[in-house]
Every structure is written in structure tokens, then in C-alpha cells.
Nanobody, 119 residues
Framework: QVQLVESGGGLVQAGDSLRLSCVAS????????MGWFRQAPGKEREFVAG???????LYANSVKGRSTISRDIAKSTVYLQMSSLKPEDSAVYYC?????????????WGQGTQVTVSS
């Protein structure tokens, strides 16, 4: 059974940093892309960052320059380091895995971790 389990969310203040983690299990994701999406109340789920099987990365404009996605293939874990957090970064953050960054939405999903940024 494939599982993606996120952790690292919480309540932080504006300007703080946070690192989210996602551990994948149930199959090998070595050749897969992994990524992060987020969904705020009343809004659609949106792409945040993705990392391809070859290490290539892609970021949403809203987090570019403030976030770094990385992965530890041996640990089947993907990370999202976020800094200079803003209240508008508040959302449930979801981890995903798919064949490519462009097809993450059609792949596997975690249950999400809440990030709340207070002003």
C-alpha cells in the first residue's frame, strides 16, 4: 500500500522558517518526481514546488526565492524548506508523487499538514 506521510507543519510567525517532510512508502519512488501543493480555505489546490527524478526543480512564482525543495532518495523523503513565511502561505500542504512534475496531480497524495502563519 502506497503511503505519503507529511510532517513539519505548525503555527509560526511571519518571517519565520519551516521545513516540511514527506516520507513515501509502499513502493519505490526512485524514478518518480515528487512535489508539494497547498490548499487554503475556499481556494483551489495549487502547485508549490516539484523535484524530478533527475533532481530538476520547479517552483511556483509565489514561493520562488523563499523555498527549496530537496529529496533524499535513500530515505524516500522529500523536503520543502520555506523561509520568510507570509500569512498568505497559510494552507494545508500536500505531498505528491508522480511520473513527472507535470503529472504530479495524477499521482499519489498524502493527507496533508497544516501550516499557519500569523502576522
Amino acid at each position: 500500500q502506497v503511503q505519503l506521510v507529511e510532517s513539519g507543519g505548525g503555527l509560526v510567525q511571519a518571517g519565520d522558517s519551516l521545513r516540511l517532510s514527506c516520507v513515501a512508502s509502499g513502493r519505490s519512488f526512485t524514478g518518480y518526481a515528487m512535489g508539494w501543493f497547498r490548499q487554503a480555505p475556499g481556494k483551489e489546490r495549487e502547485f508549490v514546488a516539484g523535484i524530478g527524478w533527475n533532481g530538476g526543480t520547479l517552483y511556483a512564482n509565489s514561493v520562488k526565492g523563499r523555498s527549496t525543495i530537496s529529496r533524499d532518495i535513500a530515505k524516500s523523503t522529500v523536503y520543502l524548506q520555506m523561509s520568510s513565511l507570509k500569512p498568505e502561505d497559510s494552507a494545508v500542504y500536500y505531498c505528491s508523487a508522480g511520473r513527472t512534475i507535470g503529472t504530479l496531480k495524477e499521482g499519489y497524495w498524502g493527507q496533508g499538514t497544516q501550516v499557519t502563519v500569523s502576522s
